[in-house]
């Protein structure tokens, strides 16, 4: 029964995910349905989180928009996002970056690597 169900949910994975860590900056392009409109909205901002576990893996991206943290979590192989984009290598020592939500301004930032 296990691989019945492994094999249907390998069939939702999506093969062009590129490589992302804790602490990278995303740039992810999101489909919004408006009514009867459907656009991309672009999205960017810093990887504070990400739950493995196959089809149903998610990850957790944080911005600061107009000085208010914005947090939005993603499931990974979700046909909603059309692209995603590795900006730039965030060089951190967690697995969860909460501790960016008390943080602001230039104390709010990653160092990045290379």
Known sequence: M???????EERSLRK????????????LQVRVVEGEK?????????VIKINRGGNRATFTV??????IGVERIFPLHSPRLEKIQVLSRGKVRR?????LRKL???????????
């Open 38 to 46: 459907e656009r991309i909205q672009p999205f960017e901002g810093i």
């Open 95 to 99: 697995a969860r970056l909460y501790y």
């Open 62 to 67: 944080r911005k600061v928009s107009y000085g």
């Open 104 to 114: 602001s301004g230039k104390a709010a930032r990653v160092e990045t690597v290379g």
């Open 16 to 27: 062009d995910i590129p490589q992302f860590r804790v602490g990278d900056s995303l740039r």
């Open 2 to 8: 296990n691989d019945v169900i492994r094999k249907l």
